[in-house]
């Protein structure tokens, strides 16, 4: 996969509208990646990204703690660029603070108006591809037909509305690990599925070069997205199914709800605490 230094003009121009996926993956205190729908994504320069903050979650703590990110956008017409870039800075005012907020989806929107502008320097980009979708269907398909055979004997951890959402053909869904330069890599993996409410599979017959060179048992996080922009994040380890089929899976340990108002842990279960402090 071929990469470059900088953005070209039609890619910062691609980037503008709101009306697209922005994916952003971050490293926690841990070193497991964690991976955030950031529609307000866009280019600043060829050589930095920006995006704007309207609701708290776990990868804006990430990024102060450990800069190393990597992005993926994905436009209406189905093109993708992905890459690795080195959180810098934040600002609450100026002039590209406006700009956010005076776009039509968050100048409207009295409840989640931009309130930080965090800022990126790109350390490399790929140009502009398109999704194979020929491979995805027979990908997705092949999945849908094997999946049972990866069925665990382990309790429930998924809700069904989770289990559900990941088992549409329709969503997107994408994996991250870090790599060996302490950078998070994402794949897409829209044929992924959960063989049940413990486990995600997905043929690699999409993508095959990277999901191979995904290391057996790393840490992965998988994040899952609706049309209708509901989403999930889940973690667990990476594995290679032990048996002759073409089947990867993902052995869920946390699951994540990245849905404003309030994101947070759903698996493991948080105890609840009482409110001390008013």
């Known amino acids: ?19 697209k996926v922005g994916l952003l993956a971050t490293v926690n205190p841990e070193g497991l990646p964690h991976i955030t729908l950031i529609t307000a994504m866009q ?5 930095q990204i920006m995006w704007g903050q309207f609701t708290e979650g776990l990868s804006k703590v990430h990024v102060r703690k450990n800069p190393k990110t990597s992005f993926l956008i994905l436009t209406m017409d189905r093109k993708l660029w992905r890459g690795k870039a080195v959180w810098t800075h934040a600002r609450k005012e100026g002039e590209d603070y406006v700009l956010f907020n005076t776009k039509p989806m968050f100048r409207y929107n009295a409840y989640l108006g931009i309130h930080t502008v965090h800022y990126m320097d790109l350390v490399e980009t790929t140009i ?46 994408f994996i991250g690990y870090v790599g060996q330069d302490g950078f998070p890599v994402i794949v897409p993996v829209l044929q992924c599925q959960a063989a049940d409410s413990t486990r995600l599979a997905f043929a690699p017959l999409a993508y095959a ?60 279960e948080v105890a609840l605490r009482p409110v001390e402090n008013f």
Not at 138 to 158: M, P
Not at 228 to 246: A, I, T
């Open 209 to 268: 070069g990277e999901i191979g060179a995904i290391p057996e048992g790393v840490p992965a996080a998988v994040f899952g997205l609706t049309v209708q922009m509901e989403d999930c994040l889940v973690r667990g380890r990476y594995r290679r199914h032990l048996s002759v089929l073409p089947l990867r899976c993902v052995d869920i340990e946390w699951v994540y709800n990245p849905m404003p108002p309030t994101q947070g842990q759903i698996y493991p």
């Open 1 to 19: 996969m071929k990469t470059f230094g900088a953005f070209d003009e039609a890619s910062m121009k691609a980037f503008e509208p709101e009306a």
């Open 128 to 173: 502009r591809e398109g999704l194979p979708l020929g491979a995805i269907i027979v990908a997705s398909l092949f999945t849908k037909a094997i999946k049972g055979l990866a069925r665990t004997r382990r309790g429930r951890i998924l809700k069904p509305w989770a289990e559900g959402m990941f088992n549409r053909i329709d969503a997107l869904k």
């Open 43 to 47: 280019a600043k320069t060829p050589r």
